[in-house]
């Protein structure tokens, strides 16, 4: 049964930083890629950054390109989403979503998400 | 960046009716497009991909056509569990987009 737990969340003031943390069970981390994927309050959904199995291949939304950056490490089953200069539009909460086994651009099972919250 | 416009944003119908929600891409996505199903306090769930492929385990109610920038998802005979919010998405592009959203409710 696939299990991710998202961590790393909290309320910064904008121009802060945070880590996302994204531990993986339950299926073979290392052959999948993974996705974080955002909503804001009462907003829709919201791709934000991908990361292909071996990590080679990274991609991200335009409006969090040069600020956040996603990795892996597949020792520890752990995604992570390292997100700099934050905004208050950043204000969301956050899941970590594998891919399908079909395609990278299909999102088959999600985490129970994380709030960010960014707020002077 | 593809902009994906969904239509309308809120349907109110009744439980055994058809619905047909409508999904449109600023530019063309080929058959590259994905349905999902939010249920309230729940993870979204795929239920379309590639246009016309249902997921596994959805049922048969749910279709999806077209192509290019218009594409379609059709529920017949809604049964209760089907009054959710539904996202369509592109994956013919980077970046990945969604569309905003079309409620279904009673």
């Known amino acids: 049964q696939v299990h991710l737990v998202e961590s790393g969340g909290g309320v910064v003031q904008p121009g802060e930083f945070l880590r996302l943390s994204c531990v993986a069970s339950?299926?073979?981390?290392?052959?999948?890629?993974m996705h974080w994927v955002r909503q804001a309050p009462g907003k829709g959904l919201d791709w934000v950054a991908f990361?292909?199995?071996?990590?080679?291949?990274?991609y991200y939304a335009d409006s969090v390109k040069g600020r956040f950056t996603i990795s892996r490490d597949n020792s520890k089953n752990t995604l992570y989403l390292q997100m700099n200069s934050l905004r208050a539009d950043d204000t969301a909460v956050y899941y970590c979503?594998?891919?399908?086994?079909?395609?990278?651009?299909?999102?088959?099972?999600w985490g129970q998400g994380i709030l960010v919250t960014v707020s002077s | 960046e593809v902009v994906m416009t969904q239509s309308p944003a809120t349907l109110s119908v009744s439980p055994g009716e058809s619905v047909t929600l409508s999904c449109r891409a600023s530019?063309?996505?080929?058959?590259?497009l994905a349905w999902y199903q939010r249920q309230p306090g729940q993870a979204p769930r795929l239920l379309i991909y590639g246009r016309s492929t249902r997921a596994t385990g959805i049922p048969a109610r749910f279709s999806g056509s077209g192509s290019g920038t218009e594409f379609t998802l059709t529920i017949n005979s809604l049964q209760s569990e089907d009054f959710a919010v539904y996202y369509c998405?592109?994956?013919?592009?980077?970046?990945?987009?969604f569309g905003g959203g079309t409620k279904v409710e009673i």
């Open positions: 990361i292909r199995d071996n990590g080679n291949a990274k």
């Open positions: 530019q063309s996505v080929a058959t590259l």
């Open positions: 979503v594998t891919t399908d086994s079909t395609s990278w651009g299909l999102f088959d099972h």
């Open positions: 998405q592109q994956y013919n592009n980077w970046p990945l987009t």
């Open positions: 339950g299926f073979t981390f290392s052959s999948y890629g």
